[in-house]
């Protein structure tokens, strides 16, 4: 099957560690992207990635850092200087020009205790 | 950037029409109007999108004014599974598809 897959589902760290969220697609596409979700809230940009080997900052990025390696993986790590980083982070994919859609992965639920 | 407005949250009767509007009366000649919905602790799913003219697939239909500065999603038949949170979105930029996510409409259907 193809899609994006997001793993672990739920995450717990504690406070002062840096953790690294996987977010995998077979689905071919250019472009990732990360989003962090608070409860009651919209999505909020981190970070994307249009092309292997390059990413920009999204609206969020501070105390965030992410690579692409692969065309198929995009993961996030979430490091110390985040100060709020109990979130719902999602992962996304598509072709990469405008007009088509994002395909999104479940989604990690991170808990830092 | 264009942003969007849309009420906080609808109620709506299984099988009957759901009609979502939303206002986008900054959005800019290339931009398209995205919507996707969210139901609870899941990842968003992408519904339709269209530039200009209206849309239909076997999801919903998206009617664009024609000044491009309001859209209504409608969901025909509206099921209990259609309960979610439904985002207006209009894209950010010509060359990527950076989206920016409000807060949405709460859509509730009930029996």
């Known amino acids: 099957d193809g899609g994006i897959t997001q793993s672990p589902k739920y995450l717990f760290r504690k406070e002062g560690q840096n953790v690294t969220l996987s977010c995998e697609q077979n689905l071919n596409h250019d472009a990732m992207y990360w989003y962090r979700q608070d409860p009651g809230q919209g999505l909020r940009l981190i970070y994307y990635?249009?092309?292997?080997?390059?990413?920009q900052k999204g609206d969020i990025a501070e105390g965030y850092s992410v690579s692409r390696e692969k065309k198929e993986s995009f993961p996030l790590t979430v490091t110390s200087a985040q100060k709020n980083p109990t979130a719902f982070y999602l992962c996304?994919?598509?072709?990469?020009?405008?007009?088509?859609?994002?395909?999104f992965g479940p989604g990690t639920r991170l808990t830092v205790l | 950037d264009a942003k969007t407005t849309q009420p906080p949250s609808m109620d709506c009767a299984e099988g009957r029409a759901a009609n979502l509007p939303c206002n986008h009366s900054t959005i800019s000649g290339n931009e398209y109007v995205y919507w996707y919905r969210q139901i609870h602790s899941q990842g968003p799913q992408y519904i339709i999108h269209?530039?200009?003219n209206n849309e239909t697939n076997e999801m919903a239909s998206l009617i664009i004014t024609e000044d491009r500065k309001s859209s209504t999603l409608i969901l025909p038949h509206a099921t209990l599974r259609d309960t979610a949170v439904y985002y207006c979105?209009?894209?950010?930029?010509?060359?990527?598809?950076?989206?920016?996510f409000g807060t949405g409409t709460r859509l509730q259907v009930f029996p």
């Open positions: 269209g530039l200009k």
């Open positions: 996304a994919s598509s072709i990469g020009q405008a007009g088509n859609e994002q395909f």
């Open positions: 979105i209009v894209s950010r930029s010509y060359n990527t598809d950076k989206l920016i």
């Open positions: 990635s249009q092309i292997v080997n390059d990413f």
